[in-house]
Nanobody, 128 residues
């Protein structure tokens, strides 16, 4: 059974940092793309970042970010632990929302429709 569980959310002031974690089990983790999505108040789930296997890079990975996440957020994964992390720095009030991690069998998985497995989210609230 595929399971994904996000954690690490909380309340933080603007300019602060949080580190989200996603624990995965039940599938061949190394081969899957793992993405982080944000669902803001009253909105849909938007991609924040994703990490994919890439045999053509030195570390075997490619990380992709939304424009709003570039330069502030860093996605990383530990295949030995089946974990993916999202380090979020310089947080802004517009980063507020429920953050979900999800798994995709596609290498390029830039929309929510590319992901078939989702975990429960973790709430991030950024106060101004």
């Amino acid at each position: 059974e595929v399971q994904l569980q996000a954690s690490g959310g909380g309340l933080v002031q603007a300019g602060g940092s949080l580190r989200l974690s996603c624990a995965a089990s039940g599938f061949s983790f190394d081969d899957y793309t793992i993405g982080w999505f944000r669902q803001g108040p009253g909105g849909g789930r938007e991609l924040v970042a994703y990490t994919s296997r890439d045999d053509f890079t030195r570390d075997g990975l490619t990380n992709t970010y939304s424009d709003s996440a570039k330069g502030r957020f860093t996605i990383s994964r530990d295949n030995a632990k089946n974990m993916v992390y999202l380090q979020m720095n310089n947080l802004k009030p517009e980063d507020t929302g429920v953050y979900y991690c999800a798994a995709s069998g596609l290498t390029r998985a830039s929309t929510r429709l590319n992901y078939g497995s989702w975990g429960q989210g973790t709430l991030v609230t950024v106060s101004s």
